[in-house]
C-alpha cells in the first residue's frame, strides 16, 4: 500500500492540489507556500538591551533558574467543535480547534504569560475535554501544554483527574502560566485519545538562540493518520477478546497527504491527490525547522533528500549542535534543526517522514513534502533522491551525542530511587492492558489528585489504580523504567527537564552517561525489551516544583491501556499552594454533566 501512494507521487509531473485547503486543513495555513516565517521573537513589548528576555543567553544562563518575566500577556481563544476534513483526501470526522487543523499557533516569548481561554462546544455527540498539555502544556477539554514546566501553577497542567476535572459540554475555562522554557513544542488534549481525533497545535516560545541561522520556517507536525474516528480505535484498542494493534492508515507532515482512494473500504468519500506540504528555500541560507511528532503511535525517521541537518535542540533543551541525516522522534519528542540550502536557484527537492517499519505499525508510512528552492516551478514534482535509513533501532540518538547547550550536572547520590517495570498481560475480564508495577492506571474524572493533595490527603490506599508515587519531601528523584514488553515507549514526565542517566538493553551496570552534563528532555524512548532481557532508561530530576506530575508512555493507545502513573512531589509545599477557584469549578460543572448524563469512560480516561 505504501508503494502505491508514494508512486503514484513521484511519477506524477505536476503536484497540484485536487482539494482547497478548507478541505483538507480548514483554516489552518500550515504546509502552504502562503505559511508566514516565523520571526525571531515578538516586538509588541519591551526589548531591554534589544530582546524580550534581556542579556540572558542559551550559553550563560540557567533556563531552570533565571527565566525572565515580561509582564507580557499572549492571550487567544480557543474553541473546540466537530468538523470534516480530508487532509490526505478521506474525508472524516475529526475536532477542531478554531476550525483549523492543525490547531492555531500558540506564540511567546520567553518569560511572556500565555492565556488560552477554551470553549468545549464538542458535539454530535458530546465529550468532555482535557486541557492544553504544556509541560506538557494541553488542550483538553482538558488541554495540555507540551511541555512548560507549570513551576507556579501546577493547575494549569490540563490533566483531568491529576489537576483539575474534564472541562464539561458547554463550558469553558482559562488556563494562564509563564512561558518559563524555550523551544518548541506542542499542546493537545489528555482526554483519552481525543488528540488523535485532531484536538492538537503547535507552540513556538522565542528566545536565545544558540546556533545562528538565517530564516525560521516554523512548525513542521509529524503525524501518524487514522481514517477511523479515534473513540472507535480506543473501543477495538479495549475490546475483550483483545483486537489486534492499531495500524495507521497514512502519514502526514503539516497535516497534508495524498491517499490511494481504491483503497478505502468503509464508503468514506475520497479524492485523490488531495495535495502535500510545500516548503520554500533560499539558496545559500540557513533554514530553521521545528519538528514535533505529534502522532498517536508511531516512531517517526525524518530526512530531506540532498540535505543534512544540525541539531540545535531536543525538546525544551538546547544542545550542542551536531550533525546527522536522519532525526528520529517518538510520540511527544520535538527535534529543532538547520538546513542550509546548498543548491543552486530552482532546484527542488522531497522532504520524507517515514514511520518506522521495525518499531511502530502503518498501512501506509511515508509522507512526502515538497521544497522549492528560490524560481523553482512550485507546480512541479521533485526528482530527488531518498536518504538511505537505518530503522534497526527503536531509540534516540545516542546520549554521548546529545549534549546540553547549558550544563546542568544531575545530583550523584538521588535521595531515593524508584524502579518501575513495564508489562503488558490480559486481565481477568479478558482485557489487554499496560502495567506499570503490576498496577494499570484508570482516572477518576471526579476527584483530582491534586485537589485532594491541597486538601492534605496524600494517600490513596482504596484507589491503587490511581498509581501515585509520593515522593514526599526528598529533594531528587532517579527512576529506573525497565521495560520487558517488545514495544518501544516514548516516557513523558509533565512538570519537569529530566537527566537522561543511561539507557540500553539489559540491567544497567550504573554508569551515568557525561554524568557533569547528562542530556536532559521531557520525552524519552526506552527501547524494546523481553520478560527475561528488559530495556531501561535511567531519569533523574530535583522536586522542585510542587505537585502532582504524570510519568506515561506517549503512545495515546498504550496510555489508554493504562501506561501511566502519578508522581507528587513536596507535599507539604502542595498543602500551602493556594489553588484558583476556577479550578474547584471545573469539578462543579463536571459533576452536573455526569450527573445526567452517561459518560463513556471506557478506557483509563486519559
Not at 277 to 288: L, V
Not at 544 to 567: E, K, R
Amino acid at each position: 500500500m505504501a508503494g502505491i501512494t508514494v508512486t503514484a507521487i513521484l511519477k506524477s509531473v505536476s503536484l497540484l492540489a485536487a482539494l482547497p485547503q478548507t478541505a483538507t486543513n480548514g483554516f489552518s495555513v500550515l504546509g502552504t507556500l502562503s505559511a508566514p516565517l516565523i520571526a525571531d521573537f515578538l516586538t509588541n513589548n519591551p526589548l531591554p538591551q534589544g530582546f524580550p528576555w534581556g542579556t540572558r543567553t542559551a550559553a550563560t544562563t540557567n533556563p531552570y533558574e533565571q527565566s525572565p518575566t515580561t509582564g507580557v500577556i499572549r492571550a487567544y481563544d480557543f474553541t473546540i467543535r466537530r468538523g470534516f476534513i480530508a487532509p490526505d483526501g478521506v474525508n472524516k470526522s475529526v475536532i477542531l480547534i478554531n476550525g483549523q487543523f492543525p490547531g492555531p499557533l500558540i506564540e511567546a516569548n520567553w518569560g511572556d504569560t500565555i492565556q488560552v481561554q477554551v470553549h468545549n462546544q464538542i458535539s454530535g455527540p458530546e465529550e468532555g475535554m482535557g486541557t492544553l498539555a504544556l509541560s506538557e502544556p494541553q488542550v483538553k477539554t482538558a488541554d495540555q501544554y507540551d511541555r512548560i514546566l507549570q513551576r507556579a501553577t501546577p493547575w494549569f497542567d490540563g490533566v483531568p483527574s491529576v489537576q483539575q476535572c474534564p472541562i464539561a459540554p458547554g463550558k469553558s475555562f482559562t488556563y494562564q502560566f509563564k512561558a518559563d522554557l524555550y523551544g518548541s513544542s506542542w499542546y493537545h488534549s489528555h482526554y483519552s485519545a481525543q488528540y488523535a481525533g485532531g484536538l492538537l497545535g503547535p507552540m513556538i516560545i522565542h528566545g536565545p538562540k544558540n546556533v545562528p541561522y538565517d530564516k525560521d520556517l516554523g512548525p513542521v507536525f509529524l503525524t501518524d493518520w487514522y481514517h477511523d474516528e479515534y473513540f472507535k480505535i480506543v473501543e477495538a484498542v479495549m475490546s475483550s477478546p483483545p483486537s489486534p494493534p492499531p495500524s495507521s492508515d497514512n502519514n502526514l507532515i503539516n497535516g497534508k497527504m495524498n491517499f490511494d482512494c481504491s483503497l478505502v473500504t468503509s464508503g468514506a468519500a475520497c479524492t485523490p491527490n488531495a495535495g502535500i506540504s510545500k516548503f520554500k528555500f533560499t539558496t545559500g541560507k540557513k533554514h530553521r525547522l521545528r519538528l514535533i511528532n505529534a502522532g498517536a503511535e508511531a516512531i517517526q525517521r525524518f530526512t530531506i533528500d540532498g540535505h543534512s541537518m544540525t541539531v540545535m535542540a531536543n525538546d525544551f533543551v538546547p544542545v550542542k549542535p551536531y550533525t546527522t541525516n536522519v532525526v528520529t522522534l517518538g510520540i511527544g519528542q520535538r527535534t529543532d534543526v538547520i538546513v542550509e540550502a546548498t543548491l543552486p536557484k530552482g532546484s527542488s527537492v522531497f522532504m520524507r517522514s517515514t514511520i518506522s517499519k521495525t518499531c511502530s505499525i502503518s498501512k501506509q508510512p511515508v509522507a512526502l513534502a515538497a521544497i522549492y528552492y528560490d524560481g523553482a516551478d512550485t507546480t512541479k514534482t521533485p526528482t530527488s533522491t531518498a536518504t538511505p535509513i537505518d530503522d534497526s533501532h527503536c531509540g534516540n540518538d545516542p546520549l554521548a551525542t546529545t549534549i546540553p547547550f547549558f550544563p546542568f550536572p544531575s545530583t550523584p547520590k538521588p535521595a531515593t530511587t524508584q524502579t518501575i517495570g513495564i508489562t503488558i498481560h490480559t486481565n481477568s475480564t479478558g482485557h489487554l492492558l499496560w502495567y506499570m508495577n503490576e498496577s494499570s492506571f484508570r482516572a477518576n474524572y471526579d476527584h483530582p489528585i491534586l485537589l485532594l493533595a491541597n486538601l492534605g490527603n496524600t494517600s490513596y490506599p482504596f484507589d491503587p489504580q490511581w498509581n501515585v508515587y509520593n515522593f514526599g519531601t526528598n529533594n531528587s528523584v532517579r527512576i529506573i523504567i525497565e521495560n520487558h514488553t517488545g514495544a518501544a515507549h516514548p516516557m513523558h514526565l509533565h512538570g519537569h527537564n529530566f537527566n537522561i542517566l543511561a539507557e540500553g538493553v539489559g540491567t544497567w551496570d550504573g554508569t551515568i552517561v557525561h554524568a557533569s552534563n547528562a542530556q536532559r528532555r521531557d520525552v524519552q524512548l526506552v527501547q524494546p525489551g523481553t520478560p527475561a532481557v528488559p530495556a531501561y532508561i535511567v531519569i533523574q530530576y530535583n522536586t522542585d516544583n510542587p505537585g502532582v506530575w504524570p510519568l506515561h508512555c506517549h503512545i495515546a493507545w498504550h496510555v489508554s491501556a493504562g501506561l501511566y502513573v502519578n508522581t507528587m512531589e513536596q507535599t507539604q509545599l502542595i498543602k500551602q499552594r493556594v489553588i484558583p477557584a476556577t479550578v474547584a469549578q471545573t469539578c462543579r460543572d463536571w459533576a452536573d454533566y455526569s450527573g445526567h448524563n452517561v459518560v463513556a469512560e471506557i478506557d483509563s480516561g486519559l
